[in-house]
């Protein structure tokens, strides 16, 4: 039996190419006839459209056979909501088992900078059955028209309702939505969120940790059945890019912190083949090369003149394996040992040698921003999942009284207290955990010029903070967006209203951090403006909710420069 494993405490904060099936079908432009299904069917997932060029799109659904024999004849339509006398395009895809049912096609012929509609249809010899209609746009060729953007990470089923998504879906205009990873997450329903989600009856399916192809359908499937996240889904193109919960906690090329051969978890090649397998086929992600399904999944999308996205892949292809405070000092109480194990875990982050990207990728990032710069584009955006600026905790034994530091009795907060009055990176499972790679990463901007925009997201946390290398050069800025319903650091370290305050005393780099809520950013670009809206919900654990604004910074470039992010609201 799969087993089932429990969180700990903020433990999640080389191109391989797998030849499998993916859920791709080339698309028509014409109206195809299909026979009718012999059974009966539903759409109980919602639609979903990904991946927008300028003139093609990805859009997504999938077909639940109640009976009958697969597969499934489906046909699909997309029309132009404001030229309604323009023919539909249309045609026909094939939802089978090998896929799950799944349907993923890549429509072609679309007009740039369009918004389209489109839904799909089985005909059964009971007549036919739709899906919700969903929305989608294309990206503009050229032109200076603003693009809203809508970013977001780190939705946990188990958690609370996803009610940040429902306030996303109601956003006016969105060009696309970016999700930085941890779609969703491994654990079985004793694991991370257990005692929120038995109070909810909102626990994961299957019970157990999803470790085969069949526990990640599963799991997706389950996700896929929220409303709100199908509302999202059908608001908006997204791009996709995962994080590591789509497989398993701190994951990196050759393993991960949560995979356990030993406790009959099988081998980590095929874990990750089913990871990546399943989500190719739940998610309205293109395949670099038809049919196959690989961990290289790293691609830049242009909009206009404004800015290209470039969504990084920096989990599974090549990233060197996990390095933690928590493994390294866990259970030492001697301060000689402690110093020494500090040293050791200092020594192996900044071996050169280390990569988070691997070397292809840096490759192509490089290039890739040079293009941009060359081609005029104001900004280049990294749809990157983890935070890239350089962080500190708080000296939290300076900075917190006797009571506060009484009141903190989770066992992995008391250890970085003590850690805390070392003022080195803590958080060595983002950009901090590779100092080389990331200074690799500034050269490349600097060498073509790039005016950075990084997007972030893992902490569950918000954040707004300046890029700087190693020499003290600014080398950008950096939106870290929270999460949908994973909870941040305020809710471990507790009773420390101005948790955020302190951190952003600490560190030179950050100029602001929300600790404490639930929500998503809202990132405009206009060709001389960077602006991120922090949206927050108000409450995750029942229905009943509000949505506001808790902050509001802007970036702007100045000739060849670009200003730190200052609040304007």
């Known amino acids: 039996m799969t087993k089932i494993t429990r969180r700990g405490l903020l433990g999640a904060a080389a191109t391989g190419t797998l030849s499998v099936a993916a859920c791709a079908t080339p698309a ?19 639609v979903a459209s990904g991946d927008p060029l300028s003139d093609r799109v990805i859009i997504w659904t999938r077909v639940t056979p109640q009976s009958g024999t697969a597969p499934i004849p489906v046909t699909y339509e997309v029309t132009d909501p404001a030229n309604p006398s323009a023919p539909a395009i249309t045609g026909s895809a094939m939802a089978s088992e090998s896929r799950d049912f799944c349907v993923k096609v890549d429509v072609p012929g ?127 193109p997204w791009i996709c890019t995962w994080d590591d919960h789509e497989s398993t906690n701190n994951s990196y090329r050759t393993g991960a912190q949560n995979h356990n051969p030993e406790e009959g978890e099988g081998d980590w090649s095929d874990r990750k083949q089913a990871a990546i397998q399943a989500y190719f086929e739940w998610l309205p992600l293109r395949e670099p090369l038809a049919g196959d399904v690989t961990s290289a999944v790293w691609r830049s999308f242009t909009f206009g003149d404004i800015a290209t996205v470039h969504a990084l892949e920096s989990r599974l292809t090549g990233r060197s394996p996990d390095v933690s405070w928590f493994d390294a000092l866990a259970g030492v109480t001697d301060q000689q040992v402690m110093m020494q194990r500090v040293s050791e875990t200092l020594q192996t982050i900044n071996d050169p040698a280390r990569t988070m990207l691997g070397t292809e990728q840096e490759a192509w990032l490089a290039g890739e921003l040079k293009s941009s710069t060359k081609a005029g584009k104001a900004w280049q955006v990294l749809a990157n999942q983890v935070v890239m600026a350089r962080t500190t905790l708080p000296n939290f034994q300076e900075a917190l009284t006797p009571e506060q530091l009484a009141a903190q009795q989770n066992g992995f907060v008391q250890t970085m207290i003590g850690f805390s009055t070392l003022g080195l990176p803590f958080n060595l499972d983002a950009w901090d955990g590779f100092p080389a790679a990331r200074e690799r990463l500034y050269e490349g901007a600097a060498a073509a010029n790039a005016k950075l925009v990084t997007l972030a997201g893992d902490t569950h946390t918000a954040w707004v903070n300046t890029l700087t290398d190693a020499n003290g050069n600014r080398r950008g800025g950096e939106f870290g967006c ?71 910074y802007e970036s702007r470039q100045q000739g060849d420069s670009v200003t730190d992010p200052v609040r304007v609201a």
């Not at 294309?138 to 970013?151: D, H, I, L």
């Not at 399916?205 to 199908?230: F, G, S, W």
């Not at 209203?497 to 600490?506: F, M």
Request: hydrophobic share 30%.
């Open 28 to 46: 028509k432009t014409v109206q195809s006839q299909t026979e009718a299904y012999d059974g009966e069917v539903e759409f109980l997932h919602g």
């Open 110 to 236: 679309l007009k740039p900078g369009t918004v389209y509609n489109y839904k799909f249809t089985v005909r059964t010899n009971a007549g036919e059955v739709s899906s919700p209609q969903g929305r989608t746009k294309t990206t503009s060729e050229s032109g200076n028209t603003p693009v809203r953007m809508g970013v977001i990470s780190c939705s946990n089923w188990q958690f609370g309702y996803f009610n940040a998504y429902e306030a996303l879906s109601n956003e006016d205009d969105l060009d696309v939505i970016v999700h930085l990873g941890d779609y969703l997450y491994e654990y079985g329903v004793d694991g991370y969120g257990a005692e929120v989600a038995t109070k909810l009856g909102r626990v994961h399916d299957p019970i157990t940790e999803m470790v085969t192809l069949t526990d990640y359908r599963m799991r997706h499937a389950q996700y896929k059945t929220d409303p709100d996240l199908q509302a999202a889904h059908a608001a908006a």
């Open 482 to 552: 929270t999460s949908i319903t994973s909870p941040g650091s305020g809710a471990y370290v507790t009773d420390i209203p101005n948790l955020g305050d302190l951190t952003t005393e600490a560190n030179p780099d950050v100029i602001w951090h929300d600790p404490f809520n639930r929500g998503y950013t809202i990132v405009s670009l206009t060709p001389d403006t960077a602006r991120a809206e922090y949206r927050v919900v108000s409450n995750i654990l029942s229905k009943e909710f509000v949505t506001e604004t808790a902050a509001v």
